[in-house]
């Protein structure tokens, strides 16, 4: 297997409605495993206010640590959609009317319907690369390794598959689940032992509680299939002396 | 009513099940709302991996940055729940076993089933204050501005009321939502208009997609309520002026 790099991202989602609690982010998920069936591993996710500052701040802080950084949110026709005039100030860019984005809108809405709110959703940096909305016209845009995506969340699930192409991604992350009939407390001491002995493969221990019964769900990843055999082996081991029960799901 | 300043927290969300998307975190949401009825207004929210250096690095910058931190997730018995001695490294505090701590998990647990995993539960910053768990027992704990809860949402819902007293909010940030039957561009205008004349007022424009009709919630949020009902009149105005129909729901 070829040994690429790891290949990593970080994750900006911009909206006062997250920080409120009025709503529920899922685009850190959806984002999340479409990067990891890329080979791309998200290391950082910041949720931060509609603040011009805040937005220039973050988006120049973390596009410098990671390959690849996406924000979601701000990019509709209202004032408190920043993001494009915020990402343009990032980079030093000119911010105005993107002539491809123009041009798409004109023709996606009725003659007389492309009113000034809708020509703001075709301003981003002038020179922008334009990611296509198949869902309601108004693209994306990417500048450098900045991809900037709506926050609506089916707006923005159907546009990802439009830009795969553009990246590119380290061996995919593979992983594998372990479910058991158990508590953390009794499995803790062996899966550290298994842990210390194959740092390559990133365990991790999630107990759950379904139908009134408790569980645990180990999950192991890795971009190497062997490592995650091995672990997997030995963690079968100490399963059948404890006498665990493997159940079919969480 | 007397003028508090106003009171900002951060989160943090740690857990790699976050980031590779495995998860959906919903604890942001829960401890949104519930410090937004303290008065204490939630500014970042940060989700980073299980990692020692990152969790010492992120503690240590927030809780310069704000009145109050929340961090989620990793105080658990498995060798990934690593929060508590990170934190004792981030406050140069002591970790080891916290004498409160070892005796409420002692009685909760039958002779002879508090074994090592369950130990490590009652393993923190030694001077640390306990944050009560009536839900599996194993607490959470406070240092100085910093509060560690665990990652499962019905625990960390359970654990939350008993630490209310102890924070000091602002004035209650009070909201109002007006539904409307229209789409954002038609009354981006007029609403950019009526949030430049109230800037005390974060006024948010969120749209929604249900029982297949298009609508706009408009979200008004300020600490005085006099100012949200003067925002709410100027948006009556123009709604009425563009015949735009008010909705109940979303």
């Not at 990032?90 to 809108?105: C, D, Q, R, V, W």
């Amino acid at each position: 297997m070829e040994n690429k790099k790891e290949i990593f991202a970080g994750i900006i989602i911009i909206g006062n409605e997250i920080l409120s609690g009025r709503t529920q982010d899922t685009n850190t998920s959806t984002l999340s495993i479409w990067l990891n069936s890329l080979g791309i591993k998200v290391q950082e996710v910041r949720v931060i206010p509609d603040t011009e500052e805040t937005i220039i701040k973050t988006v120049n802080e973390l596009r410098k640590k990671y390959n690849y950084i996406f924000t979601t949110g701000g990019i509709g026709p209202t004032h408190d959609d920043i993001t494009a005039s915020s990402v343009s100030k990032a980079f030093n860019l000119t911010y105005g009317p993107h002539k491809e984005a123009m041009s798409i809108l004109e023709k996606y809405y009725k003659p007389g319907e492309f009113n000034e709110g809708r020509k703001k959703m075709a301003c981003m940096p002038t020179d922008a690369n334009l990611i296509l909305n198949p869902t309601s016209g108004a693209p994306g845009f990417n500048v450098e390794n900045v991809f900037c995506l709506p926050g609506v969340p089916s707006i923005l699930k159907s546009m990802i598959g439009g830009i795969s192409h553009k990246l590119i991604g380290g061996n995919p992350i593979l992983s594998q689940t372990i479910n058991l009939r158990t508590v953390e407390s009794e499995i803790a001491k062996s899966l550290s032992e298994v842990q210390t002995k194959n740092k390559d493969v990133d365990i991790g221990s999630y107990p759950f509680f379904r139908a009134g019964k408790l569980g645990v769900a180990i999950v192991l990843r890795s971009s190497d299939q062997n490592k995650i055999d091995q672990c997997n082996s030995e963690i079968q081991n100490f399963i059948k002396e404890k006498n665990i029960e493997v159940v079919e799901k969480e």
